[in-house]
């Protein structure tokens, strides 16, 4: 089976991007069981790859280091035979020419939410294992993540759709991008 876009690109992946608290896991795990086509979460995967949680890998090795990781792990995950759904760490697209290497095999998709839903997501367990957003208050959190959108909204904003998810449910948000997936799909 081969699935391309009417552009030609040949598709290995529905990958999802965002910023954190996006719900790009969440949406990734309620999307593979409605279309039945596995998921890896780049994040998990390079936790398990180095043993470590992802705050450990930044204290240890800095953020540098952590992008090489996310870049070989696309790398791997691009190389896959089997076609796949990832949910990419917020800033795996934004580094090492990963939006490029993203979009000649993935159908690219943005969870757009705004920064009070953010905020509101993060705050508590969800900021734990995020080191760029742990430790800070709700006020700090709010302009990170108004520099993070700024900077990384050139990447984001590329992807063949953006789904807007702050009034939608997990189920919703699987639906729109399923429908939408199908319509651009050249299946044969």
């Avoid at 839903?117 to 709700?138: C, E, F």
Wanted: net charge neutral; with cysteine; glycine share 6%.
């Amino acid at each position: 089976m081969n699935n391309n876009l009417s552009d030609g690109r040949k598709l290995k992946l529905i990958a999802l991007i965002g910023l954190s608290g996006s719900g790009k896991t969440s949406v990734g795990q309620q999307l593979s069981q409605s279309i039945k086509l596995n998921f890896i979460d780049t994040d998990k995967l390079i936790e398990e790859k180095e043993k470590k949680i992802i705050p450990e890998i930044f204290l240890n090795h800095g953020e540098k280091y952590f992008r090489q990781l996310e870049t070989q792990v696309l790398a791997e995950i691009s190389l896959n035979p089997n076609f796949l759904i990832v949910a990419t760490g917020a800033g795996l697209p934004c580094y090492n020419n990963n939006f490029d290497k993203l979009a000649k095999c993935s159908y690219l998709i943005y969870l757009k939410t705004n920064i009070d839903t953010l905020i509101k997501r993060l705050t508590g367990d969800g900021i734990a294992n995020r080191p760029l957003l742990s430790n800070k208050t709700p006020e700090s959190l709010n302009s990170i993540l108004l520099q993070m959108l700024e900077e990384r909204e050139k990447f984001y904003s590329q992807a063949d759709i953006i789904i807007d998810t702050d009034k939608l449910s997990l189920a919703d948000i699987a639906f729109n991008i399923q429908r939408k997936f199908l319509a651009d799909v050249i299946w044969y």
